[in-house]
């Protein structure tokens, strides 16, 4: 009787251990990027979601407009001011333990400001929700850095990031408007209280932790220092004076509009934090482990980055400002219309990101930066020629300006964070994070100021000027880096 013949799949068929174990970090690597996105979108969105619902707030509470201001610039101080101080805390204490707290105090402070009953309690709320988004931005922005090896995978990530920063700004006056418009301004804290604990109790689950970092809860840079020095890592002077020198100073030019900007407390504001910046490159000179090595800002990839960040951070901050007050006070349009006009800057934004490394693979980093400071000089330019009465197609321009923005936003990430060792990513992250926030503050006070100093449509145009030269600085700074790249490569290396 003939022997049973069994059929063997082809070897070829079936997957090695190997294969599989790379499938598995790849499906890894795409949850944890998912993860950080999300949670990175949800910060960013926080810092204009609220624009739109000052006048309900207003209203709700019977209070002025300058006091519910203090919704916006609490935040904005809070978050500028500790970001460099969350980035060094996520290189000392753990990436994946400072991204949790700090969205475990951002959906706390989220739950409160929604519940408030009074606008100092709201107020305080988003003070801390501030500081809860200054631990999660650049410990989100370090984790993927340090997750991803340099190459092709690090570039794309970091174009995803860059594109939901820039997302973030502008779906924030979308989907503000729709909250307000069908719910409460409550709902637009309430929203992130889901999303912000459901990212905190998946992160341990799904971010890795290398084993030298769990190993003496320390992250890699920091293993092989000896316990003396790593028990001195905080420079609490340091973190001090620059959380005083930036908060300060964003306080100063976020109020200068609302006080005048002749105020003795906005020009103290500005005189103290000069004063703290000064004693702090002083004492960073002068401590054994500094939060911020002076060497660092000498560096001419986090010099670039941090500059081009400041300057997406002037046009974005105010340009979403004065266009969302145009459309609403000039062309009578409502919160809801004007978000979705707004809106095609957002899917422009998000496809630049996904397009953005795919260009960056062929053409270079900085070419990419200078293509995008392009494309947003030549969309302010076209939007100085805003239309008195109606809509106007004129208005889909805002497409470019978000190409612009996303990829500059990618640009000054790739930058400033290419040239530093794992040990400091989190501190480029800071550091990029408080340049935009910063810039985000001038362009705040500085383009609505420029539109209410002309009468009409006129001053709206004329801030959409002011835009232009920003834009096209960041041109400037683009060319320079790639100037500065090429001239490196060409010096002979001495044997």
């Known amino acids: ?7 063997v799949p082809d070897s070829s068929a079936i997957p090695t251990h190997a294969e599989r174990d790379i499938h598995q970090n790849a499906t890894r690597s795409a949850v944890q990027l998912a993860l950080i996105l999300v949670a990175s979108f949800m910060v960013v969105l926080d810092f204009t979601i609220v624009n739109i ?3 309900s707030m207003e209203r709700d509470f019977g209070v002025a407009t300058s006091v519910v201001q203090w919704v916006v610039t609490g935040y904005a101080i809070a978050f500028s001011g500790l970001l460099i101080l969350g980035g060094r805390a996520a290189d000392m204490l753990g990436r994946r333990r400072i991204f949790i707290v700090g969205l475990v105090v951002f959906s706390l402070a989220s739950l409160a400001g929604g519940l408030a009953g009074d606008p100092v309690l709201l107020v305080a709320s988003r003070i801390v929700q501030g500081a809860g988004a200054a631990l999660v931005a650049p410990a989100a922005l ?10 092709p995978r690090r570039t794309r990530a970091i174009g995803l990031y860059g594109s939901m920063a820039s997302v973030g700004f502008v779906a924030g006056q979308v989907l503000g408007g729709v909250l307000v418009e069908w719910t409460s301004w409550r709902a637009v804290f309430l929203v992130n209280v889901p ?4 990212a905190a109790f998946l992160a341990p689950r799904v971010i890795a932790v290398p084993a030298r970092e769990r190993a003496l809860g320390r992250p890699p840079a920091e293993a092989g220092a000896p316990a003396a020095i790593r028990r001195r890592r905080l420079d609490v002077r340091g973190a001090v004076l620059i959380t005083a020198a930036v908060a300060l100073a964003v306080f100063g030019i976020s109020q200068g509009d609302v006080l005048g900007w002749t105020s003795p407390l906005v020009i103290g504001a500005a005189l103290v934090a000069v004063g703290a910046a000064a004693c702090f490159v002083v004492a960073e000179t002068r401590h054994p482990a500094p939060l911020v090595r002076p060497a660092m800002l000498l560096r001419p990839g986090l010099r670039n980055g941090a500059t081009l960040a400041f300057l997406l951070g002037v046009w974005n901050g105010g340009e979403l400002l004065v266009l969302s007050l145009y459309m ?9 219309v004007t978000g ?3 809106a095609p800057q957002g899917m422009a934004g998000f496809s630049m990101g996904m397009l953005g490394p795919r260009l960056a693979g062929r053409f270079g980093v900085r070419r990419v930066a200078m293509f995008a400071g392009v494309s947003a000089t030549i969309g302010f330019a ?3 020629q805003l239309p008195a009465v109606g809509y106007s197609p004129l208005l889909f321009v805002v497409i470019l300006v978000g190409v612009g923005g996303a990829g500059t936003a990618f640009g000054s990430i790739v930058l400033a964070s290419r040239e530093l060792a794992d040990g400091d990513q989190g501190l480029a992250g800071g550091v990029v994070n408080t340049s935009r926030q910063v810039g985000a503050a001038v362009g705040a006070a500085l383009l609505p100021a420029v539109a209410e100093s002309v009468s009409g449509v006129s001053g709206d145009r004329a801030a959409m000027l002011a835009a232009t030269v920003a834009a096209l600085a960041a041109t400037a700074v683009s060319w320079h880096a790639a100037r500065q790249a090429a001239s490196t490569a060409s010096v002979p290396v001495s044997s």
């Open 142 to 151: 370090s984790l993927i850095t340090t997750s991803f090896p340099p190459g």
């Open 53 to 55: 619902a000052l006048p």
């Open 195 to 198: 999303v912000g604990l459901a």
């Open 340 to 342: 979705l006009i707004i």
């Open 328 to 336: 609403q006070q000039v062309l009578h349009f409502s919160p809801l």
């Open 1 to 7: 009787m003939p022997a049973e013949r069994v059929s």
């Open 382 to 384: 076209a939007l100085t």
